[in-house]
C-alpha cells in the first residue's frame, strides 16, 4: 500500500509537470505495479489528479475489491471503448499520458485513437520508477530467491545420467510451486552437454549423459516479484577445460562483486568480469552482457553492459551473470542477484547454494 501510494506520488507529479489530465495504464506489470491487481492482462487503470478508476469485467469484480480497494471500479471490459470513453467525458477529460513503450499498434489505432482525446506517451516513466526498488520489493524479490535456491538444492539428487532436461525442468518448476511460487518467472533453462554452449537454450528433450556440464537458468515468479539465478552443475567428472572454465567464471563473477565501488556505472562492472574472462584468452566467448535489473520483469532496466552509462544506484536490484560458451565444447554461467543499499554498499539478494564446481 505504501509502495502503490508512492508509485501514484509519481504519476501524479509527472501529470502535473506535462499538464496532462488522465494517465491510461494498461500493461500488466504497470497496472500491478500502480495498484496490486493480479488478474494480469484484464484491467486498464484510469488515473487523474484527484482520482482513480479501475476498468475491469465480472471475473475480477471481488478480486479488483480485494486487491486496488481505493480504485473505484469501473464495471466492464478493459478494452470496452465505450466504456472508458464515457468515463472520459464524464470526468472532463482532455489530454491523456498513455503506455507508447507497451501498447501494441492495433490498440493504439483501435482504441487510444479513438478515445477523441490528445494522446501523449509516458515514456520511461514507470521504468525509471521500477528500477529503483522499495524496502517492501526487495524483501519480495529476496523472498521469491530463497524459495528457489531452495527448489533448486531439493532437485539437486534428480541430476543424473538419463533424465532428459524437460524432466529436469519439470521438477525443478514442480518443487518451486510446491513451495508456493505463482509459476517460473520464465522458461526454465536448461542447457546440457554441448548444448550449454547456447545461453539460452531452454530445456530439451536431450538426454543428459555422464560428463555433461549442465547450465539452469530459473527462477520463481512470487507475489509479483521474479528470482532469477543460474548453477551449471556436472553429471561426472567434467573435462579440464569444462573445469578451468567454470573457475574463470566465478573467478570472474567475485571479482565483480569485490570490485564494486559505489557511483559505479554499469559498464564498470561489467569490465571488471569482462578483463578477467578476456584475461585467460576467453573474451570472445563471453558475448552477452554482465547483468540487467529484475523486478516485475525478469528483465526490468539496469544495464550491467559495456553500453551501460547508468550510475548503479540504492535500491537497484540486478543479476551478475558472466558466462564462458564454447561451440562444441560446453559452457558455464553462474548468476545471483545483488542490490545496493545504504551508503552505497552492494549486498548479495541470492543466498546461494553453493558457487563451487559441483559433481553429482
Ligand atoms: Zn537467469
Ligand atoms: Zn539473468
Not at 539465478?229 to 567434467?238: A, D, L, S, W
Not at 553500453?307 to 548468476?335: A, D, N, T
Request: include cysteine.
Amino acid at each position: 500500500m505504501e509502495q502503490e501510494r508512492r508509485v501514484v506520488t509519481v504519476v501524479r507529479e509527472f501529470l502535473a509537470e506535462k499538464q496532462y489530465d488522465a494517465i491510461i495504464v494498461s500493461s500488466w506489470q504497470n497496472v500491478y505495479y500502480c495498484s496490486s491487481f493480479t488478474g494480469y492482462g484484464d484491467a486498464l487503470l484510469l488515473i487523474t489528479k484527484d482520482k482513480k478508476f479501475i476498468i475491469t469485467d465480472s471475473r475480477y469484480y471481488v478480486q479488483a475489491e480485494k486487491q486496488s480497494g481505493d480504485y473505484e471500479l469501473v464495471k466492464a471490459g478493459a478494452w470496452d471503448r465505450g466504456a472508458v470513453a464515457d468515463l472520459i467525458l464524464r470526468e472532463n477529460i482532455k489530454k491523456v499520458a498513455y503506455e507508447d513503450l507497451a501498447v501494441l499498434y492495433t490498440m493504439y489505432v483501435n482504441f487510444f485513437e479513438k478515445l477523441g482525446v490528445e494522446l501523449f506517451g509516458v515514456g520511461d516513466l514507470f521504468l525509471r520508477s521500477r528500477v529503483i526498488k522499495t524496502p517492501e520489493e526487495i524483501a519480495k524479490v529476496e523472498a521469491a530467491c530463497d524459495l528457489a535456491s531452495a527448489a533448486l538444492e531439493r532437485t539437486f539428487k534428480y541430476i543424473k545420467a538419463g533424465i532428459t532436461e524437460i524432466e529436469l525442468a519439470a521438477r525443478l518448476e514442480y518443487e518451486m510451486r510446491k513451495a508456493g511460487a505463482d509459476k517460473p518467472s520464465f522458461d526454465t533453462i536448461i542447457a546440457s552437454g554441448v548444448r550449454g554452449s547456447m545461453p539460452h537454450g531452454t530445456a530439451s528433450t536431450k538426454v543428459i549423459e555422464e560428463g555433461d556440464g549442465v547450465t539452469i537458468d530459473f527462477g520463481a515468479f512470487c507475489d509479483g516479484m521474479c528470482s532469477d539465478m543460474t548453477r551449471t552443475v556436472f553429471v561426472g567428472e567434467p573435462s579440464a577445460e569444462m573445469r578451468k572454465i567454470y573457475e574463470i567464471v566465478k573467478e570472474a563473477q567475485q571479482t565483480a562483486i569485490d570490485g564494486y565501488k559505489p557511483g559505479m556505472k554499469g559498464k564498470d562492472m561489467d569490465k571488471l568480469a569482462r578483463d578477467v574472462i578476456a584475461g585467460y584468452g576467453y573474451g570472445e566467448y563471453f558475448g552477452h552482457s554482465l547483468g540487467h535489473g529484475v523486478g516485475i520483469d525478469v528483465h526490468e532496466g539496469v544495464p550491467v553492459s559495456q553500453r551501460g552509462e547508468q550510475v548503479l544506484e540504492k535500491g537497484m536490484i540486478f543479476s551478475v551473470e558472466p558466462g564462458i560458451y564454447v561451440p562444441g565444447l560446453g559452457g558455464v554461467r553462474i548468476e545471483d542477484l545483488v542490490t545496493i543499499g545504504d551508503n552505497g554498499k552492494l549486498r548479495m539478494i541470492t543466498k546461494a547454494p553453493v558457487r563451487d564446481l559441483l559433481v553429482f
